[in-house]
T-cell receptor, first 118, second 114 residues
């Protein structure tokens, strides 16, 4: 079974609008962390935001926020006021804890290609 | 800003040749990952180390790939012999095992095996 599922291969959004990128995860470990990365066409991997499984509040970093719904095992990324420079591939990743043998492995989803239209 | 340095940035080699990719993690980071990225498979975890000890290399084809961390400033990924299907971008990333600041990725090595 896939640990991280990103069901949207591609998304389009108009400049200045908000967009939500979906991510669901699968783990039986009570302690885990969820990450979002951005990969522009240049190829580098840029860390955006982190959410810990025990965090009481949703994470926010500037225009990025994480809609964390633990019971549904979803960690959707919300980008507000989209900019042309937000056009990129976005990856959701999960780091599981030490129980069950995962030993803090970091696993990525397949990614969502976001295109921001002017 | 501290960086993860990967060399070489690009490598073109003939099938059957040995390829060595190097990574200098950020000083103080205790976890190092090697990933391979292809269009078909996405980001695949090949191996990772904590405090220089290999924790998991189950994602790596053992007959031809090997990963080592001879010291805290160097991680290597070796392919011998290389095959065309190994063509991909190979990323190294480092971070703290339970850090909240994310893992820092290198710029990657784009490998082409002809």
């Amino acid at each position: 079974a896939q640990k991280i599922t990103q069901t949207q291969p591609g998304m389009f959004v108009q400049e200045k609008e908000a967009v939500t990128l979906d991510c669901t995860y699968d783990t039986s470990d009570p302690s885990y962390g969820l990450f979002w990365y951005k990969q522009p066409s240049s190829g580098e991997m840029i860390f955006l935001i982190y959410q810990g499984s025990y965090d009481q509040q949703n994470a926010t970093e500037g225009r990025y926020s994480l809609n964390f719904q633990k019971a549904r095992k979803s960690a959707n990324l919300v980008i507000s006021a989209s900019q042309l420079g937000d056009s990129a591939m976005y990856f959701c990743a999960m780091r599981e804890g030490s129980s069950g043998g995962s030993n803090y492995k970091l696993t990525f989803g397949k990614g969502t290609l976001l295109t921001v239209n002017p | 800003d501290a960086r993860v340095t990967q060399t070489p940035r690009h490598k073109v080699t003939e099938m059957g040749q040995e390829v060595t990719m190097r990574c200098q993690p950020i000083l103080g980071h205790n976890t190092v990952f090697w990933y391979r990225q292809t269009m078909m498979q996405g980001l695949e975890l090949l191996a990772y180390f904590r405090n220089r000890a290999p924790l998991d290399d189950s994602g790596m084809p053992k007959d031809r790939f090997s990963a080592e961390m001879p010291d805290a400033t160097l991680a290597t990924l070796k392919i011998q012999p290389s095959e065309p299907r190994d063509s991909a971008v190979y990323f190294c990333a480092s971070g703290l095992v339970q850090g909240r600041t994310g893992y820092t990725f290198g710029s990657g090595t784009r490998l082409t095996v002809v």
